[in-house]
């Protein structure tokens, strides 16, 4: 049976004629990454005839590849000399720029990344020269977000939780607040959002406290 969508999803996407409901493209919805991780589970194996176990989920945003090709350079695709600088524009070109009438066009549009993933990879792996740098990269990107670890080995999830590299949100009873922000629909938009919000709290005479939240 498929996954009930997030009510925004539903809401915001009803009248879009790609709209196909809750899919993989989207199973990295919830803010708290462990949770999306049950979605991405879930919503993968839909699509397989057998269902797959897996050891765990890594997830990587487009600054994690930037960082990463500084280190090991720049690849070729397509004839094309492919950097850090230009990644995200080249394989928004390439998944945008295709004839929607094409099934084939429509089902190999994001191959750049499918290509380029793999020799990113290679080149880690293959580059012992470079290896203390890129240890150093990997654990910036962990401490900042931009890489995220998931396991099913609870030894492992538990080294990941405590270093607080598994995306978790912990809310607190006291006081809690989380601003996130969601590209609807395949969109890249939030690439070129700059969050302007304020949280304050004042109190009055008797000590009770209001909290205020202001979005732009």
Excluded: C
């Amino acid at each position: 049976p498929q996954i009930e969508p997030p009510y925004p999803l539903n809401d915001l996407l009803k009248d879009d004629a790609f709209y196909k409901g809750f899919v993989f493209r989207d199973a990295n919805w919830d803010p708290d990454f462990a949770k999306s991780v049950k979605n991405i589970v879930a919503l993968y194996n839909e699509g397989q005839e057998e269902e797959v176990e897996f050891d765990g989920v890594i997830a990587l945003d487009i600054s994690a590849i930037e960082q990463l090709m500084r280190i090991v350079g720049d690849i070729e695709y397509n004839a094309e000399k492919i950097t850090a600088e230009n990644i995200f524009h080249k394989a928004q070109f390439y998944s945008k720029n295709i004839d929607l009438h094409s099934v084939d066009s429509l089902e190999n549009r994001k191959n750049m990344m499918k290509e380029i993933a793999p020799e990113l990879i290679s080149r880690i792996i293959k580059s012992p020269s470079r290896y203390s740098q890129t240890i150093q990269e990997f654990h910036s990107l962990l401490n900042n977000k931009h890489l995220l670890l998931n396991f099913s080995k609870p030894s492992w999830q538990k080294i990941v939780l405590k270093k607080s590299w598994g995306g978790e949100l912990n809310p607190i009873a006291d006081d809690f607040i989380h601003v996130n922000v969601a590209n609807i629909g395949g969109r890249k938009a939030d690439r070129y959002i700059v969050p302007d919000y304020s949280y304050n709290v004042t109190f009055d005479e008797s000590g009770v406290g209001k909290a205020y939240l202001d979005i732009d």
